[in-house]
């Protein structure tokens, strides 16, 4: 326990109260030198928000002082609620007027205000900034002769920045540019600030997907030693001895079977029935931990981006492209490190034994699911006859992925049956298409395949007690639940209680297949369930139905599976003694932490960016009509759903044929005079009436 942590022990205790500087040297028994390091220490605690220093001098803890610490969620209205750090406490509404000058993003300490009983979320006045989460800001800066204003991206901050026509630095009107501020906001101004980035017009699609970046934050370089240790490692070599100390598999018909646009290829497969009772699979990782060692240089950068980013034309890679797209890649005819999992799988989808061990394989088909589609399902002649030594296998592979299906379906696993889109974009970046894209038998055999891969391991290694990093999903809340009960109700359907097995949930999935509500309920099926995190404490994952999971498949872009693989392999190697099992849990739950922050980001960033490259695609449609469904009705508009997946909306001051009234019970939108009405499924004609790039918006009028 080191100073400060004494510190905060000591007034944890159930009879500190607020004591002066002098009073605590006394109750500390503090002399000499260590008064210099005690108000450093205070000081510290202080800014970190710990603890408080009163007006009257005083040191304690806020939560002894009815004082909440959190993170503030603006509003484009200027009022924001606090989202406490202490989980058991309920979220605090801020007024505009008691925000003091904090922003959104900001960690601050409330004070609970006394609100009347009648009010859902209790009030809060803001009396001590801790952090400021913006200090820059991305916007749309606009000028006038002797000043201007950056207008925030995130509507969540509800200030535009004032900016003096010296600090110009050389923005022009209507361009995204990058202010610094100078100046936080209060009572009676902006925040002010200084141009420090032009990041490029507004009417260029590009400079709004860089927005983004910059605003969340990627990194979308790598530093230059980490490119250098790339480099180094890259061209090592297999020596003879590392050879030895795997099971050599380069003579087996390993294949590997991916988009055909992937260049890191981290999982091969391999399949055989053994019997009529039994079936053994074989997956193979790339062994990227034999390249990147702990705590180096790309072992760091690494755990920092936590997760490869795919953009709809480009990744932005976890590593750096010598070891994604090189040395650690699976590339056809080239022999390469491995870690292994065989498998002996039995006609129920049991998984009666099984290995984990270091390898090296020889990849002998590089496969795409489109070819490995045409071979299985419409029995594609010229593809048959080129890869006629691998055919049987690939039937041996349909077959096992079906029992494993079923398998999982038997025990109640949710399988969404969402269409999945793919942006096609030219050589600049631009999206020319927008295509449903459909999960065809090749890729449910590589999910299979990897879904039961994943499975085995984490059950290995919960079992060997052993500090890892497990793949939780948390059972639903009830109220939320309830809310979906309620929603499905609408359409005909119900679940028994708020409490709910998943198995229930497929089964409601099974029914509306292939009905118009199929898309709307996936959907709000998947709103009300939690999301699935990363964390070192074994716990089940409900939309699986599994016992024990893990990601160990995909080292290359997850930086998880890259330190299971290091558990692992130091366990094969016995390295780890009993202090070191206590730095590996450790260890552990940041790699948890920072993967499930950075799983986050990385979504949030591909949603964002898809979104704009899809406006970028509509934008010379305008006028054009399509048949769609509606796929959202709420008090603003319906929004439309196209056949390719495009959503827009009918915003209800375009519905002029009507004044329509939004009943929030049966979720729709309905006529007064005419008694039409707008609901989830209908299916409707629009036209594309407006499109903005740089909101991501689609605007539709009906026909």
């Given at each position: 326990?080191?100073?400060?942590?004494k510190?905060?022990?000591?007034?944890?205790?159930?009879?500190?109260?607020?004591?002066?500087?002098?009073?605590?040297?006394?109750?500390?028994?503090i002399?000499?030198?260590?008064?210099?390091?005690?108000?450093?220490?205070?000081?510290?605690?202080?800014d970190e928000?710990?603890?408080i220093?009163?007006?009257?001098e005083?040191?304690?803890?806020?939560?002894?002082?009815?004082l909440?610490?959190g993170?503030?969620?603006?509003?484009?209205?200027g009022?924001?609620?606090?989202?406490?750090?202490?989980?058991?406490l309920?979220?605090?509404?801020?007024?505009?007027a008691?925000m003091n000058?904090?922003?959104?993003?900001?960690?601050?300490?409330?004070?609970?205000?006394?609100?009347?009983?009648?009010?859902?979320?209790?009030?809060?006045?803001?009396?001590?900034?801790?952090?400021?989460a913006?200090?820059?800001?991305?916007?749309?800066?606009?000028?006038?002769r002797?000043?201007?204003?950056v207008?925030?991206?995130?509507?969540?901050i509800?200030?535009d920045?004032?900016v003096?026509?010296?600090?110009f630095?050389g923005?022009?009107?209507?361009t995204?540019?990058?202010?610094?501020?100078?100046?936080?906001?209060?009572?009676?101004?902006?925040?002010?600030?200084?141009?420090?980035?032009?990041?490029?017009?507004?009417?260029d699609?590009?400079?709004?997907?860089?927005?983004?970046?910059?605003?969340?934050?990627?990194?979308?370089?790598?530093?230059?030693?980490?490119?250098?240790?790339?480099?180094?490692?890259?061209q090592e070599?297999?020596r003879?001895?590392?050879i030895?100390?795997?099971?050599?598999?380069?003579?087996?018909?390993?294949?590997?079977?991916?988009?055909s646009?992937?260049?890191?290829?981290d999982?091969?497969v391999?399949?055989e029935k053994?019997?009529?009772?039994?079936?053994?699979l074989?997956?193979?990782?790339?062994?990227?931990?034999?390249?990147?060692?702990?705590?180096?240089?790309?072992?760091?950068?690494?755990?920092?981006?936590?997760?490869?980013?795919?953009?709809?034309?480009?990744?932005?890679?976890?590593?750096?492209k010598?070891l994604?797209?090189?040395?650690?890649?699976?590339?056809?005819g080239?022999?390469?490190?491995?870690l292994?999992?065989?498998?002996?799988?039995?006609?129920?989808?049991?998984?009666?034994?099984?290995?984990?061990?270091?390898?090296?394989?020889n990849?002998?088909?590089?496969?795409?699911?489109?070819?490995?589609?045409?071979i299985?399902e419409?029995?594609?002649?010229?593809?048959?006859?080129?890869?006629?030594?691998i055919?049987?296998?690939l039937?041996?592979?349909?077959?096992l992925?079906?029992i494993?299906?079923?398998?999982?379906?038997?025990?109640?696993?949710?399988?969404?049956?969402?269409?999945?889109?793919?942006?096609?974009?030219?050589?600049?970046?631009?999206?020319?298409?927008?295509?449903?894209?459909?999960r065809?038998?090749?890729?449910?055999?590589?999910e299979?395949?990897?879904?039961?891969?994943?499975?085995?391991?984490a059950?290995?290694?919960?079992?060997l007690?052993?500090?890892f990093?497990?793949?939780?999903h948390?059972?639903?809340?009830?109220?939320?639940?309830?809310?979906?009960?309620?929603f499905?109700?609408?359409?005909?359907?119900?679940?028994?209680?708020n409490?709910v097995h998943?198995?229930?949930?497929?089964?409601?999935?099974?029914?509306?297949?292939d009905?118009?509500e199929?898309?709307?309920?996936?959907?709000?099926?998947l709103r009300?369930?939690?999301?699935a995190?990363?964390?070192?404490d074994?716990?089940?994952?409900?939309?699986l139905?599994?016992?024990?999971?893990?990601?160990?498949?995909?080292?290359i872009?997850?930086?998880?599976?890259?330190?299971?693989?290091r558990i692992?392999?130091?366990?094969?190697?016995?390295?780890?003694?009993?202090?070191?099992?206590?730095?590996?849990y450790?260890?552990?739950?940041?790699a948890?932490?920072?993967?499930?922050?950075?799983?986050?980001?990385?979504?949030?960033?591909?949603?964002?960016?898809?979104?704009?490259?899809?406006?970028?695609?509509?934008?010379?449609k305008?006028?054009?009509?399509?048949?769609?469904?509606v796929?959202?009705?709420?008090?603003?508009?319906?929004?439309?759903e196209?056949?390719?997946?495009?959503e827009?909306?009918?915003?209800?001051?375009?519905m002029?044929?009507?004044?329509?009234?939004?009943?929030?019970e049966k979720?729709e939108l309905?006529?007064?005079?005419?008694h039409?009405?707008?609901?989830?499924?209908?299916?409707?004609?629009v036209?594309?009436?407006?499109?903005?790039?740089?909101?991501?918006?689609?605007?539709?009028?009906?026909?």
């Amino acid at each position: 326990m080191n100073f400060k942590e004494k510190i905060l022990a000591f007034m944890k205790e159930e009879i500190y109260k607020p004591l002066t500087f002098k009073e605590l040297l006394q109750a500390l028994g503090i002399e000499g030198k260590m008064k210099k390091a005690l108000l450093v220490a205070l000081n510290e605690l202080e800014d970190e928000g710990k603890i408080i220093f009163t007006r009257s001098e005083r040191y304690g803890l806020p939560e002894k002082m009815n004082l909440v610490r959190g993170v503030l969620e603006g509003h484009q209205k200027g009022f924001a609620f606090l989202i406490p750090e202490d989980k058991s406490l309920q979220d605090f509404f801020i007024s505009p007027a008691d925000m003091n000058g904090a922003m959104h993003g900001d960690r601050v300490i409330v004070r609970p205000m006394k609100v009347s009983e009648d009010v859902k979320s209790p009030q809060g006045k803001v009396i001590r900034i801790i952090e400021r989460a913006n200090p820059y800001v991305i916007g749309t800066f606009q000028k006038s002769r002797h000043f201007g204003f950056v207008v925030p991206d995130d509507k969540r901050i509800a200030f535009d920045i004032f900016v003096p026509k010296e600090e110009f630095n050389g923005a022009k009107e209507n361009t995204k540019v990058t202010v610094k501020i100078t100046e936080w906001p209060d009572q009676r101004k902006n925040p002010e600030g200084t141009i420090v980035e032009v990041i490029g017009d507004i009417e260029d699609t590009k400079t709004h997907i860089d927005a983004v970046l910059l605003a969340k934050k990627v990194r979308q370089v790598f530093p230059e030693d980490v490119i250098r240790e790339a480099k180094r490692v890259s061209q090592e070599g297999i020596r003879e001895a590392e050879i030895k100390g795997r099971k050599d598999l380069r003579n087996i018909n390993i294949i590997t079977i991916d988009g055909s646009d992937a260049k890191d290829l981290d999982d091969a497969v391999y399949a055989e029935k053994l019997n009529d009772n039994e079936y053994l699979l074989g997956v193979h990782i790339a062994d990227v931990t034999h390249y990147v060692k702990e705590d180096g240089k790309l072992d760091k950068e690494a755990f920092r981006r936590g997760t490869s980013i795919y953009l709809t034309d480009r990744v932005i890679p976890m590593l750096p492209k010598e070891l994604s797209n090189g040395v650690c890649s699976l590339n056809p005819g080239e022999d390469k490190l491995t870690l292994s999992v065989e498998m002996v799988i039995n006609k129920d989808g049991r998984v009666v034994d099984y290995k984990i061990f270091e390898s090296i394989v020889n990849n002998r088909y590089r496969m795409t699911y489109d070819q490995v589609t045409e071979i299985l399902e419409n029995t594609n002649e010229e593809l048959t006859d080129k890869y006629k030594d691998i055919v049987p296998m690939l039937k041996t592979m349909e077959e096992l992925s079906m029992i494993l299906r079923k398998k999982r379906e038997l025990r109640g696993a949710i399988d969404f049956e969402f269409p999945e889109r793919k942006v096609i974009s030219d050589e600049t970046g631009k999206a020319i298409d927008v295509r449903k894209y459909e999960r065809k038998i090749s890729n449910k055999i590589i999910e299979e395949f990897m879904l039961v891969c994943n499975e085995t391991v984490a059950e290995h290694y919960y079992w060997l007690n052993m500090p890892f990093v497990y793949r939780v999903h948390e059972d639903p809340d009830e109220e939320k639940m309830y809310e979906f009960s309620k929603f499905i109700h609408n359409f005909g359907y119900s679940l028994k209680g708020n409490v709910v097995h998943p198995k229930e949930l497929q089964q409601l999935l099974n029914k509306i297949k292939d009905k118009r509500e199929e898309s709307i309920i996936n959907n709000m099926m998947l709103r009300s369930l939690k999301k699935a995190i990363y964390s070192p404490d074994a716990s089940t994952h409900f939309g699986l139905a599994a016992e024990y999971y893990c990601h160990f498949t995909s080292p290359i872009r997850r930086y998880p599976d890259l330190q299971i693989h290091r558990i692992i392999k130091g366990h094969i190697k016995g390295k780890y003694s009993e202090d070191g099992l206590q730095k590996l849990y450790e260890r552990t739950a940041l790699a948890a932490e920072q993967s499930s922050k950075m799983e986050r980001l990385a979504d949030e960033v591909e949603r964002d960016t898809e979104k704009i490259r899809i406006a970028e695609f509509m934008s010379d449609k305008i006028g054009q009509e399509y048949e769609g469904v509606v796929s959202g009705v709420t008090n603003f508009g319906v929004f439309v759903e196209l056949e390719n997946t495009v959503e827009g909306l009918v915003h209800i001051s375009n519905m002029v044929d009507d004044y329509y009234i939004y009943d929030d019970e049966k979720k729709e939108l309905f006529g007064q005079g005419s008694h039409k009405t707008y609901k989830i499924g209908d299916r409707v004609k629009v036209r594309v009436d407006n499109v903005s790039i740089p909101k991501a918006e689609i605007d539709f009028a009906l026909i």
